[in-house]
């Protein structure tokens, strides 16, 4: 176990490999009545072309398969897991995202018991066809809630128009379809290769003692036997760097439209402290164009083409990234054309001040602290930056770095007109 | 267990310091209550909007956040939202204790100067708000309260209380009235702002590491609010003779059944905590027997979930279901409160519930603005928080008091939302 300590924050860090290959990480927090924890595979929505372990073969398994695996996680032999947590007060759950699983709980007693419980049911799958077909209703309805949720409609109507090939374009819950054809000889497949310890981080972050925990962590998965470690092979189509098409639509019984601008990423990967200067250098840029300091904002905001829901945002995984600008608006066309206006203009003659740069790095610093009054995002995204190489805690040292050339060469890699995209979600007539 | 809570009341302003090392920032908010009412609520709903985007030493919305930026991203917020029959108006600010900066200028002070410049100090033209700032959030505003309906799962929780409670204050939505929106003019506005500044209940809370004597003292200088008389809400115990039943329908693929009933059973009541546990019991978790039932036995639905009203007297249960099981998805979740009511209920239920609530209270007093509402929740209702009566309330539940509870429950109104066409199911 070794300790990383961050004075000037008073956090301190504890970090172990175990000898199956499972990263653990502990940051204690005095004074906090609960307990975080967070069980966590890389593995999510877009891996969906692999060989699986012990094998020698590509395979393609159904869309929505990894998080059809997170729901049936919870069925055991000898009952649902939720139970066993709230009988220990503790309260779990678990999220899919494109390139995670997460399970977690959070606990104010009985910590130990309840890691066990994380730990176990994570480590112990079992799956039955009777109980996958039963899913099957359940996350059906899961997808057509999705599908009437305007918000998500649009999130993913502006993803799909960036990637022709890559699986990010797929809905994480896959299709009533696609889960239709899921057995539970794919979810076995799949849990094999990517539930191995090696391949995922256990965090936990609240009122613990570290040695204690990570004993303890140690005796639970010296007592189980794995195999060994091995690298997991997975396939992704080439993707263009273009987007897959310039723009598209969609009706829904809605009063007020909505627009999204969709900003793809080329598809080099990259990785690491790469990585982390790139997310932060083109957050930085949208932060400066579009925060509620800037003209631009305000101008959107008189003309009444934006109104509270407007967000940016840019994301860059190992394979994929993009960045969304998006509102509710009156005229989605009219707000298209001036945030790509507005984007494309930054390109050609950069505006960004040495001045606006230093507030925006103020700002981040500022965020960062408030972020870390939270348990979960701290195991949330501690793990996600490990999973790409990246170190959490060396965000705000990065950021400080940051010049106007970085944010300028960030920026204008990303934005280019043949990598922009627009969705618009219309209200129906008549509906 | 005990909050370190120093309590100051300065003429009209209550003031409630609360002491803590947990948190890297420290959170001032101002909270603003009055009686939710037809002729009200709109200009209220608008005023923290307009009081955010202007003010006189900040006239524009870009200056004001490149000051917040400059405080290390202080964060300056607004809230508009109803406790029962009360309509509670938030400011709050949330900025970083400099003691974990490198730069140690005191923040906390800083703080203040701008809850106090937000509330206090808008900007005024002829004595009125500025024409151009209020025409320009009415259009926002409007866009909210036109985008309820475009959020399934919202839409139908508003839409069943506004039948449920209709004639009552409790019906109004807390953004207010669109069609009152266009009657509001920059007088009409100043006019609500002068009612909120003179009258309104006002509650300041802070929460984080910071000495309570120097909090004292700058409270004192920023804030000066004249004594007031409480605002009080009439609580009615309602008996229903015929429920309900009003069916919408919409292009949409998932259906939505909500089901309003009355408690009878106010925050602060004998039976409070008893009504809790029932609601934590028949749908509060996913231990809870509507989803174990629902969901799980019968993949029904993907959520199913009832949630306590406590100001106002109900319980509301909620679920997503497809259109051609809404009739099935009824009759299991009335299988369910009959269970209750009927004493079914394991010892296991209870005690899981019990555990689950307990630390679902520990787990808010763990972020500073989940400390402020726990705390703001009783003071609403007039009845001081404890929170370790509150542990010891919830441990002293027996099985016979949630029955009890539960037969209190008077089925008031089931509300669904389905689709334009059902398909056949299987």
Redesign the interface.
Known sequence: MHKKVFAQLDEELYIEKMSNGLQVCILPKKDFNKTFATFTTKYGSIDNQFIPLGEEDYIRVPDGVAHFLEHKMFEKEEGDVFQKFSINGASANAFTSFTRTAYLFSSTSNFEKNLDVLIDFVQAPYFTEETVEKEKGIIGQEITMYDDNADWRLYFGAIENMFKHHPVKVDIAGTVESISAITKDHLYQCYNTFYHPSNMMLFIVGAVDPEEVMNHVRDNQSAKSFEPEETIDRKFADEPDAVNREHHELKMDVQVSKCMVGIKSDAKEISGKELLKKELSVNTALDILFGKTSEHYTSLYDEGLIDDHFSYDFTQENNFGFALVGSNTPDPEKLSAQIKEILLNEVQSPSITEDQLQSVKKKNIGGFLRSLNSPEFIANQFTRYAFNDMDLFEAVPVLETLTLEDVHEAFSSLVQEDRITSFYILPKENA | MQLDETKIRQDGLNIRIIQ??????NQFVLKFKSLLSEDKVTARALLPYVLQSSTEKWP???LF??H????????ASVDVNKKGEYHILTFAV????E????DNTPLTEQALNVLNEMVFHPLLEDGAFSQ?VVE?EK??LN??L??V?????RYASQRLVEEMCSGEAYALHPNGIESELENITPEKLMEAYQQMISSDEVDLYIVGDIDSGQMEKLCKEKFSIASRENVKAIQKHITIEDSKKIVEK?????GKLNIGYRSNTFYGDHDYLPMAVMNGILGG???SKLF?NV??KE?????AASRLESHKGLIVIMS???PAKIERAETIIEEQLEAIKNGDISD?EL???K??M???M??T????RGIIEVLYQGETAGIPVNIQGWFDGIERVTKEDVTEAANKLLKDTTYILTAKEVAESA
């Not at chain 2, 949330?94 to 204790?97: F, G, L």
């Not at chain 2, 309906?149 to 799962?153: A, H, P, R, V």
């Not at chain 2, 007093?365 to 500073?368: A, K």
């Open positions: 803590t090392k947990k948190f890297k920032t524009t919305t870009a956040r490149s917040l930026d400059d405080l290390y991203g202080a964060s949330d900025i970083a204790n003691k974990y900066l490198q151009k320009s259009r926002t866009q909210k036109k985008a309906k475009d959020d399934k799962m919409q292009q949409i693929k998932q978790f996913p231990h174990m969901r799980e993949s029904l639905a993907y959520y997503g279901v497809e296991q005690s899981q519930t555990a689950v307990t630390n679902q520990l787990e007093l763990d972020s500073p």
